[in-house]
């Protein structure tokens, strides 16, 4: 099974934007012309956009752990600390500072938190969409 496989589910890119219930060519797509889902319906693998994808929606994201590509945060508090005291040296070890640390407060985590568990639906209990996955067990 590839590293980045996660309990049997792939990390996302341009296959997982195809198959996702909420892409612009899904029903969910409040453009009626379908002019936007162009880019989508056209989407191909190629080296030149080897790192471009859509990243996941945060729909019920409180109840999508474990979170990051490897699973390494149990909680949403964990991500947003992670973000608040991101290690620069080793994080751009080849120069390019793209990320800063956020160095939030503990309230300011606290109100992130917060607001990410607003994006939970209410209702019956939420099962992650099946996505297809190249991950199988090997």
């Keep these: 099974m590839p590293k980045w496989c996660l309990a049997g589910r792939s990390p996302g890119g341009n296959s997982a934007t195809e198959a996702g219930p909420f892409n612009l060519l ?13 880019k989508t319906r056209h989407l191909e693998l190629q080296h030149r956009n080897w790192g471009e994808f859509k990243v996941p929606s945060l729909r019920n994201v409180a109840l999508t752990s474990p979170y990051m590509h490897d699973g ?6 964990e991500v947003v600390r992670h973000y608040s005291e991101l290690d620069e040296e080793r994080l751009h070890s080849d120069g390019e500072r793209i990320l800063r640390p956020l160095k939030l407060s503990a309230t ?18 939420y099962a992650a969409p099946a996505a297809p996955s190249p991950c199988a067990p090997s």
């Excluded at 969910?28 to 002019?35: E, F, I, P």
């Design 26 to 38: 899904s029903r969910y797509n409040d453009d009626a012309s379908g002019r936007v889902a162009i």
């Design 72 to 77: 390494r945060y149990a909680t949403l508090r």
């Design 108 to 125: 300011d985590i606290d109100d992130v938190v917060a607001f990410l568990q607003t994006l939970t639906a209410p209702g019956p209990a």
